[in-house]
């Protein structure tokens, strides 16, 4: 299983934002949603292996935290706008404590950030994509259970970045440019496919 | 330079479309916009040695094609909303036949399809994106002029293929997952960074 984990500090956790200008109403969830796309779609098709977390910080209903399971998430699409309307809809809902609750198509709600994600990761080997990390060709990723965890347009705040460095997490970058958050998941999601596929090409 | 040039088989080539609807309305156009943010757009900047043609062959409008020049494009922003209006605009206006006319911020239109697109390129050597093919890792992609050539969610039609083996274009496939048009241009945008940045980790 591969799974990311990328933290808005300022996405939307309440409903109340316009799908007609995302940017300048949701707290740039529209950075968290291109992640989603990148991470669990491939062509004509989900990644069933592959989990997506969004940690909302903005707002007044924050700390909130939705989870994307590929494993079951059926009908995800990947234009921004659909995406946004299934999101905005998961979190009009209210969510039963900091827990994750399933509410449609793959997503699920809980009443909490970080903390609350990683309690629902259970055991796995954390990775930050930093852009001053190693490179991630000549990292040895875990088989089992990786999580990476991404920061959005702002980078991870210092509250993040403190929770993972008590974790002992890893940071790996994803070459000499910085990228755009769904850019690196696709770049580490293309890395991993390789592995798994016994390609060469990887230290 | 690199470039990139996306053939959308049915994309709009009109403005005759929906924002709230891009997927249903526009003939996949919201595939094209991927591929131009991807392409174009890096943390906080614009990547100003890359230039994307789109190739929009649907609609009573076709064949018409766009140009995006990173060198000179300044307010591109990386939302789907935002990108889609900015074409919308453009392909309201009328071209001035099979040469690139510049309509704004980079961006600029041609009333003709991938021949005028060819035309435009001059020198270059031509690669396919096509998972059929060998690895790009173990390409020798040439410094100069590479110029990659990529389908929409359909893949590349008949005509464009013939087009291409006529230009003998190299095929090349960026990993064992086929990925959305916009990844694999995130992935081969990575390789190439990692080769002018003479990283290890490829062949």
New interface residues.
């Given amino acids: 299983m591969r799974r990311f984990v990328v933290i808005g500090q300022k996405a939307s956790a309440s409903a109340e934002f316009s799908?007609?200008?995302?940017?300048g109403s949701s707290g740039r969830l529209?950075?968290l949603l291109?992640c989603v796309?990148?991470a669990l779609?491939?062509?004509?098709g989900v990644r069933k292996d592959t989990v997506v977390y969004l940690v909302l910080l903005g707002g007044a209903a924050a700390p909130r935290a939705l989870r994307v399971d590929g494993s079951i998430a059926e009908y995800l699409?990947?234009?921004?706008?659909?995406l946004a309307r299934t999101v905005q809809k998961v979190l009009a809902t209210a969510g039963e404590g900091p827990s994750f609750a399933v509410r449609s198509d793959g997503f699920a709600l809980a009443e909490g950030g970080l903390d609350a994600v990683l309690a629902d990761l259970g055991t796995f080997t954390p990775y930050v994509l930093d852009?001053a990390g190693p490179?991630v060709?000549?990292v040895q990723v875990e088989e089992g259970d990786p999580v990476f965890f991404v920061g959005d347009?702002a980078g991870l705040d210092e509250t993040a970045r403190a929770a993972l460095a008590r974790l002992h997490a890893r940071h790996v970058s994803?070459?000499?440019?910085?990228?755009?958050a769904?850019?690196a998941i696709?770049?580490v999601?293309?890395e991993l496919?390789?592995r798994?596929?016994g390609?060469?090409?990887?230290?």
């Fill in positions: 799908l007609d200008d995302l940017p529209d950075v291109r796309r990148a779609l491939v062509s004509h699409r990947p234009d921004e706008r659909s852009e490179d060709r000549g347009h994803v070459g000499p440019v910085s990228l755009h769904d850019d696709a770049v999601s293309n496919d390789r798994r596929a390609r060469p090409g990887y230290a």
